[in-house]
Structures are given as structure tokens and as C-alpha cells.
């Protein structure tokens, strides 16, 4: 039996394109077999319109993590959230995305601290 595995990605690229694993299961053992990537739609609709049988396990990005909801306000419920996410187009979206972390302190990088701890640095070794 053929059973894929494919990790899907909202805009597949070169970059970031969607990747599907054959793999072939006896009854017994599944083993792995070739790595493909989809760097756009149009790859993915022709395996799905193939006739060849499989099973697949799709991971597909259906929402956002629990913290990220909860800190941004948006409903909790997976009705209300679709719809409040769904009512807003890719602009609006990214700006509240952008709007959420541009108050935050970055993880990596430069942090809003760092640069005053280097002026006080470079005044002090002066």
C-alpha cells in the first residue's frame, strides 16, 4: 500500500515548497522512499488527480498556537476564529500580525535594550 506524508505550506515556493514522502507499507513495516517537493500548486493537484491509490497524512497549517490567540485577543473558539480571521484579507491580516510583535522584544537580534547598553558602554570606556 503506498501511503504518503505530506507537509503543506499556504504558498509553496522554491523556497518553501510542499514536500511529500512515498512510502510503501507491507502489512508489517513502512519504508521510506523518495522525497519530492512541489514548489507550486500546480504539482500537488496533478497527484491528486492521479489515478494511483494511496493513503495520505496531510500537516496542514490550520490556525495559529493557543498563546499567540490568547495574547492577540482573538476568539478561542475554532468557529468564531475562522470567522474573525476569514473576514480579514492577507493585508489586514500581516498588519496585525506586525502590530503584534512590533511592541515586543525580539527573541534574536537586537533587543531594545542593546543599544543603550552600548552608548553606555562606549561613553564610559571614553
Request: net charge positive.
Amino acid at each position: 500500500m503506498k501511503i504518503v506524508g505530506i507537509d503543506f505550506t499556504s504558498r509553496p515556493s522554491k523556497s518553501k515548497p510542499l514536500t511529500c514522502l512515498n512510502c510503501e507499507f507491507d502489512n508489517t513495516v513502512l519504508k521510506a522512499g523518495e522525497l519530492i517537493e512541489w514548489p507550486s500548486f500546480n504539482e500537488f493537484d496533478a497527484f491528486l488527480c492521479s489515478t494511483e491509490s494511496w493513503v495520505a497524512g496531510i500537516d496542514f497549517p490550520f490556525g495559529q498556537p493557543r498563546k499567540f490567540i490568547e495574547n492577540i485577543g482573538w476568539p478561542k473558539k475554532w468557529r468564531q476564529y475562522v470567522e474573525h480571521v476569514g473576514s480579514m484579507d492577507r493585508r489586514e491580516f500581516r498588519a496585525n500580525l506586525d502590530e503584534y510583535k512590533d511592541p515586543r522584544p525580539r527573541r534574536f537580534g537586537v533587543t531594545p535594550i542593546q543599544p543603550f547598553l552600548r552608548s553606555f558602554v562606549a561613553s564610559t570606556a571614553a
